[in-house]
């Protein structure tokens, strides 16, 4: 594939959390974005929503977007619930992997607002939130976020640069939390699948983890250790700080196996330990690579050298049966003549 003719796209999102505003270039964005502090916020001082609720209440939010520009700005907002992401981060804006099985709320369907807006030129918009929290009492968060994507047609969205089309777009997240209370709720993590699979196509082992509460997992440390089973040396290994996990969500944790490595098909354990401050789990479990995976994942690798071998000595071997099956014919065909008194009967 010619990479000059591969389509990049370049997203950069403004993660509306912490104490405030992050700082970005101006001329990377044409809107600012100020959300409009309820009278049940918990922490004024946060720059994100984070509301204390009671079963079935309902509110109206508001986030003024400011349009500095000479020119009008459309924007889609989305509202997603939070996931986390294979490199341990959490996400807020829309994502395509499936809510985890635990998640009892997601905000997508307790947050609504317009599909689309348009602010004028040098003008402000105050886009209106109406937020329905859960009828039931709940324990912990419900998170999620709402993108605020301009949006761009397609000529004005690409750029071209030295061979390659680069897809700008920019956007800013506001986080959203809805709590009851905040007593503190403890994380429970789980192991799920381990399996073979592959990241930027290169061959990974992914070690699915789980958080089952409603409650953010932070500074997480992961230490994974691959062994055949039944042996103690490790073949494969991977150590990581700095992860953070949302309330409710899970991530295939990537065990490299290093570029040019092919999997082998057979029996494997894991050894893997989390922690999270005081928290600590330990796990073990045994998994199996098949052929059929192997030979699969290790054709799509594009770290790995592939060995065209068996197909050169299969492709001679063919060869040669079709030499001699030409052989055969002709001196078949010689020997009927010399018998029929060089009368051929074919």
């Known amino acids: 594939m010619n990479i000059k003719k591969q389509m990049g796209m370049v997203i950069s999102l403004l993660i509306v959390l912490g104490s405030g505003l992050q700082p970005v270039a101006a001329s990377e964005f044409n809107f600012a974005v100020e959300p409009q502090k309820p009278s049940n916020q918990i922490d004024q001082k946060k720059g994100y929503f984070d509301l204390k609720v009671t079963p079935g209440q309902t509110q109206q939010l508001t986030i003024m977007l400011k349009n500095a520009t000479n020119k009008a700005v459309t924007i889609q907002p989305k509202i997603a ?82 061979g390659m089309a680069i897809d700008n777009r920019y956007a800013y997240v506001v986080g959203i939390q809805m709590r009851q209370d905040i007593k503190a709720v403890a994380p429970k993590l789980h192991l799920h699948d381990v399996e073979a699979a592959q990241r930027n196509y290169r061959n990974v082992i992914n070690a699915t983890i789980q958080n089952s509460e409603p409650t953010y997992v932070n500074q997480l440390k992961i230490d994974a250790k691959i062994t055949k089973k039944g042996k103690s040396e490790v073949l494969y290994e991977s150590k990581k700080e700095m992860m953070q996990m949302a309330p409710n969500s899970n991530f295939a944790y990537p065990i490299a196996l290093g570029d040019g490595k092919t999997l082998e098909p057979g029996n494997y354990t894991l050894n893997m330990t989390a922690q999270s401050y005081d928290n600590k789990w330990k796990w073990s479990k045994d998994f199996t690579i098949t052929d059929d995976e192997a030979t699969a994942l290790n054709e799509k690798d594009v770290t790995v050298v592939k060995s065209y071998t068996t197909y050169y000595i299969i492709g001679g071997l063919i060869i040669l049966l079709l030499i001699g099956l030409i052989i055969w014919l002709i001196l078949r065909k010689k020997n009927i003549k010399e018998t029929t008194g060089g009368i051929d009967n074919e």
């Open 81 to 162: 619930a939070t996931t986390t992401s294979s490199s341990g981060v959490v996400e807020y804006g829309p994502s395509k992997k499936k809510n985890d099985e635990t998640l009892l709320y997601d905000m997508k369907d307790l947050v609504t607002t317009e599909k689309k807006i348009t602010i004028k030129a040098d003008s402000s918009y105050a886009l209106k939130l109406d937020v329905k929290a859960p009828k039931k009492a709940f324990k912990g968060s419900v998170t999620g976020g709402i993108t605020l994507e301009e949006d761009v047609d397609e000529t004005a969205r690409k750029t071209e640069g030295n």
